[in-house]
């Protein structure tokens, strides 16, 4: 394995790859607009990798900078590339390269009543063998549970605020965040 991270960018020879990876590695709802992720890559507080093995196309990672805050908004291996290694790899890449942050990211809360209740268990699990725990915060927005993971919990409510804000900007999240509550996750 050769993994390499390298800038995305809009006229790549990966980008049809990229999107269509994107769109069905993430629910709608998850999904920020296409032209706003190259957008926000264009600024100093987003990182924007294609990730390669050699010179084959396995994926994307999507990086918020704040501070020594690093937000882990969007990771997806394609298809062919998947249960070879290669996310684990990845993961320590970045933990290797970015190891100066506190990384944090969300996932779908594990839910019995969820009709894919499996995956965010396995989903789950599979970041707490690389290190990740539990933060002991939700991020609720309507009809969506977030559970945040971290591989140190010393993350506060108002770090997932600052960083949503840099991924958005002021104006749209200044509306945003009415409907997107943070809280301490209760044991029922």
């Given amino acids: 394995m050769n993994i390499q991270f390298l800038e995305a ?14 769109r069905k590695a993430f629910p709608m709802y998850e999904q920020i607009p296409v032209w706003l992720l190259f957008r926000k890559a264009k600024s100093k507080n987003v990182i924007f990798y294609h990730i390669y093995d050699d010179e084959t196309w396995i994926g994307f990672v999507y990086l918020i900078i704040d501070g020594d805050l690093l937000f882990l908004q969007y990771f997806a291996i394609d298809n062919s590339a998947r249960s070879k290694g290669y996310g684990g790899e990845i993961l320590s890449k970045i933990k290797e390269k970015f190891y100066e ?11 019995e009543k969820a009709p894919n209740n499996e995956q965010r268990v396995k989903r789950k699990k599979f970041y707490e063998k690389h290190g990740f725990q539990e933060f002991g915060y939700i991020i609720e927005q309507p009809n969506l549970r977030l559970e945040i993971l971290s591989l140190e919990n010393v993350i506060a409510a108002d770090d997932v605020h600052k960083v949503t804000e840099k991924l958005w900007g002021k104006f749209i999240w200044s509306i945003m965040k009415k409907f997107v509550k943070i809280h301490k996750k209760s044991n029922t």
């Fill in 9 to 22: 960018k809009r006229k790549d020879s990966d980008y049809e790859k990229f999107k269509a990876l994107y």
């Fill in 101 to 111: 942050y506190r990384i944090f990211f969300a996932i779908e809360q594990p839910d």
